[in-house]
């Protein structure tokens, strides 16, 4: 996604965070154009991860060459192709050499059908989503923006997923008790809209302790959700409203419809990560600012870390 703000500083918060962490070993697959290579050599330089390519051993040397890119200190692992460079890179998280994963120049298609490979995957007990970290200039803090990427057409179950996968990451980032808006075109229930009966329940369900680590309101619209005074003028009391840290859209066409909204009306910076796998996966694109790209490899630093204290790795 393309992105043409020079910031606001909320990432950097991020990254002063990252200063006092290990480097996580990542494995990045494919890293065949110039700018996935850079991206994870840039991320390495910065002491966010230690990144290990897999791919054809020949053409990274050439493209380093060719970008003049230094790789001399850097651990390749020889894979004939992309679908082959996919599977090697789960591989080596599999065998524990890598903490991460990270997408080069293949398409995030054979990236995601190397990950979720029944017997060879990285699949967990959760259902793996997408979540956008967006830095908005007129918003007062990351906005985390889920699935815009990965989940279709999500049904309620899915859902609770995904509300999970963004609400574990937003505590990681710092957030205390994460604010959850389930978005809709309304902010009543109506069985009309499967989309407000879908919020009613997730609320619910959070209720029950289905959910857990957040605060959750929905259905809100997008205006009663980002704006405390659209809400007060519907009538609406709200503890999200105004304040939230996660937009839950409806489906991926109006989250992907937002995600960009964001980035090319509002000049907003955008990092991408894949979640409820084993592993945290960095997700960037050569349209991506080199911002974006760092804090994508930021996030997921941090999520790392998280899961070694958890799992006591």
């Known amino acids: 996604m393309t992105q043409r703000s020079t910031g606001t500083g909320k990432y950097e918060l991020l990254l002063e965070r990252c200063n ?13 154009e110039q700018s996935a290579l850079e991206g994870a050599l840039e991320a390495g330089e910065k002491g966010l991860i230690v990144p290990i390519l897999v791919g054809p051993a020949g053409k990274i040397r050439e ?12 651990e390749i692992v020889d894979a004939p192709h992309s679908h082959g460079s996919a599977a090697k890179a789960v591989q080596l998280v ?13 398409h995030t298609d054979e990236l995601l059908g190397a990950v979720v490979a029944r017997e060879t995957g990285l699949r967990s007990g959760r259902r793996i989503s997408h979540v956008f970290l967006m830095d908005v200039p007129t918003y007062h803090k990351v906005l985390v923006v889920t699935d815009a990427a990965i989940n279709i057409a999500p049904a309620l179950e899915d859902k609770v997923d995904i509300c999970q996968n963004a609400i574990d990451l937003a505590v990681i980032l710092g957030v205390a008790k994460p604010k959850v ?18 919020a009613a329940a997730l609320c619910k369900m959070a209720d029950r302790g289905q959910i857990k680590g957040g605060i959750l309101d929905g259905p809100l619209a997008f205006d009663n959700a980002i704006s405390k005074q659209a809400a007060e003028t519907k009538g609406i009391v709200s503890e999200v409203a105004g304040d939230p840290d996660i937009l839950l859209a409806p489906d991926l066409e109006s989250g ?15 990092a991408g990560l894949v979640l409820g796998a084993r592993v945290p996966i960095i997700l960037t694109s050569r349209a991506d600012s080199v911002r974006s790209r760092i804090a994508s490899c930021a996030v997921a630093m941090m999520a790392a870390h998280a899961r070694r204290a958890k799992t006591g790795v």
Do not use: W, Y
């Open 181 to 198: 808006a389930i978005l809709a075109a309304v902010e009543t229930v109506t069985s009309k809209m499967q989309a407000t009966l879908d």
């Open 94 to 106: 599999r065998e524990g050499r890598a903490e991460l994963l990270m997408k080069g120049s293949l």
């Open 256 to 270: 992907n419809i937002l995600a960009k909204q964001l980035s090319f009306l509002a000049n907003a910076d955008s």
């Open 63 to 74: 493209i380093a060459r060719a970008g003049r890119l230094d790789i001399g200190n850097v």
């Open 20 to 32: 006092s962490l290990e480097p996580i070993p990542a494995a990045v697959a494919h890293p065949c």
